[in-house]
């Protein structure tokens, strides 16, 4: 049966109070002093983790959402009434208060490197300054989840991935939204029903252990699950691994050719031994076309492990670890003023300096591969791709902002498949991804960081 996804934001509108107390009071201050002109603010990351080579932008579907729905509702301002923080004059305001400006950003599963802006916001100073909490939330989450979620469709090497991570994600939202970003990054089906509705992605599960522990004993339960769906898999596990590969291999015998098992799953042990093990079993019983699904405790490392191994898996069901990006679990994200009112505005912190100004990404390829990126001013004209384009004008989504999701993951494949291999190793590359400033960039911000706060 077919599905037509439905979109997260026709559910429910972005709670503008879903933010951060300061954003709030800074927009009672620039309210204030009439701080209203144009601003620029960069949402980037600082460093990658020394895990990764490079980042996979994701979140900016939801962004879009949020600012086209910020909206004030009168709850919201009675509850701000109450913390006696703000005047009725400014909550009057708030309570007009609508996005009316524009958004440059990289198409979601575009491969990205340290300083580069992932999205632009230029709009009234209060506008973009109360996008900060919300962009960052989930531009954040989501480019982490893709960012870990494509190393293991890599270590997969072509095998199926599929995501179990759910019931261990930090929170409902997280769940749902990493399903996607999964999905982007080349997971093939989510265990999550909801991220299926929304999405349309393709959804997948059998059945846990409680199944096979409610029956007296493990070929019932096999013989009553595959009486209600005959072309699944069966966990074969719960009791001793090889044994319950017999089961299956004695229900084979019993059904005759109405037996349309599509595979077993191992969930724990040595699953390269036992994934071995099974195999001989299965097609020493005639069993060729059972294949053999692995879960429990697997990433990107393992799961590279089991393939160098040679382990005769066709597919992986991955939770926890990809679902939290164990190793790696946030970002050094900023988002930070680049420019106000017509001028450059800096940030010299040790360690969290800022370029300034409204930028381009300029990417290179030679020969199909991409070779560097040089990091622009906005108007700068150079050779390579402009990988920042304007998806938001005068507070409305432009109509190439929001591709279909197959579209994203095509994008993601497409993309990842033209950056050197040496990237797109689990290990750390020996050489960092080229990405040098442009002189126009790299002179502006000299000259600005010699005159600021004098």
């Given at each position: 049966m077919s599905h037509t996804p439905v979109s997260p934001s026709a559910e429910r509108a972005p709670d503008a109070l879903l933010t951060d107390l300061y954003e709030l009071t800074m927009l009672q201050a620039y309210w204030s002093c009439a701080m209203t002109r144009e601003a620029v603010f960069s949402l980037f990351v600082r460093r990658l983790p020394r895990s990764r080579n490079l980042l996979l932008a994701c979140g900016l579907e939801d962004a879009l959402d949020y600012l086209e729905g910020l909206r004030f509702t009168h709850d919201d301002l009675e509850y701000l009434a109450g913390l006696g923080l703000f005047s009725e004059e400014f909550l009057r305001w708030l309570e007009g208060f609508r996005f009316s400006g524009d958004v440059?950003?990289?198409?979601?599963?575009?491969?990205?490197?340290?300083?580069?802006?992932?999205?632009?916001?230029?709009?009234?100073?209060?506008?973009?300054?109360?996008?900060e909490s919300f962009?960052?939330?989930?531009?954040?989450?989501?480019?982490?989840?893709?960012?870990?979620?494509?190393?293991?469709?890599?270590?997969?090497?072509?095998?199926?991935?599929?995501?179990?991570?759910?019931r261990r994600i930090h929170g409902a939202d997280a769940a749902v939204k990493a399903a996607r970003a999964f999905h982007v990054a080349g997971v093939h089906?989510?265990?999550?029903?909801?991220?299926?509705?929304?999405?349309?992605?393709?959804?997948?599960?059998?059945?846990?252990?409680?199944?096979?522990?409610?029956?007296?004993?493990?070929?019932?339960?096999?013989?009553?699950?595959?009486?209600?769906?005959?072309?699944?898999?069966?966990?074969?596990?719960?009791?001793?691994?090889?044994?319950?590969?017999?089961?299956?291999?004695?229900?084979?015998?019993?059904?005759?050719?109405?037996?349309?098992?599509?595979?077993?799953?191992?969930?724990?042990?040595?699953?390269?031994?036992l994934a071995k093990g099974a195999r001989r079993i299965l097609d020493g019983a005639g069993l060729e076309g059972v294949e053999i699904f692995a879960s429990g405790s697997l990433d990107e490392y393992e799961i590279a492990r089991l393939v160098d191994d040679g382990a005769p898996i066709t597919g992986f069901g991955v939770g926890t670890r990809m679902g939290v990006s164990a190793d790696a679990p946030s970002l050094d994200m900023a988002y930070k003023l680049t420019a106000y009112g017509g001028h450059g505005r800096l940030k010299l912190s040790a360690g969290k300096k800022i370029l300034p100004g409204r930028k381009q990404i300029f990417r290179t390829e030679r020969r199909?591969?991409?070779?560097?990126?040089?990091?622009?001013?906005?108007?700068?004209?150079?050779?390579?791709?402009?990988?920042?384009?304007k998806v938001m004008e005068g507070g409305a989504r432009l109509p190439n902002a929001s591709p279909s999701l197959d579209e994203v993951r095509r994008r993601a494949r497409r993309e990842l498949e033209s950056l050197p291999a040496e990237l797109l190793r689990i290990e750390p590359a020996e050489r960092p991804f080229p990405v040098a400033l442009s002189p126009s960039l790299a002179s502006y911000a000299d000259e600005l960081a010699r005159t600021v706060g004098k």
């Open positions: 440059y950003a990289v198409a979601e599963g575009t491969p990205v490197f340290a300083e580069e802006p992932l999205v632009e916001v230029v709009a009234p100073l209060p506008e973009g300054q109360l996008a962009l960052m939330n989930q531009v954040h989450f989501q480019t982490m989840a893709a960012s870990k979620a494509s190393r293991v469709v890599q270590a997969a090497a072509g095998r199926t991935v599929v995501d179990f991570g759910m089906a989510t265990s999550n029903v909801l991220a299926g509705k929304l999405y349309g992605i393709p959804v997948a599960g059998t059945m846990a252990h409680s199944f096979i522990q409610a029956h007296d004993g493990e070929l019932a339960a096999f013989r009553d699950f595959v009486a209600l769906y005959p072309g699944t898999i069966l966990l074969v596990d719960t009791y001793d691994t090889l044994e319950g590969v017999r089961s299956v291999v004695r229900l084979a015998e019993e059904i005759g050719d109405a037996f349309t098992v599509r595979g077993v799953r191992l969930d724990s042990g040595d699953l390269a031994e199909g591969t991409v070779v560097g990126d040089v990091l622009a001013r906005a108007h700068e004209q150079l050779p390579g791709r402009p990988l920042l384009q």
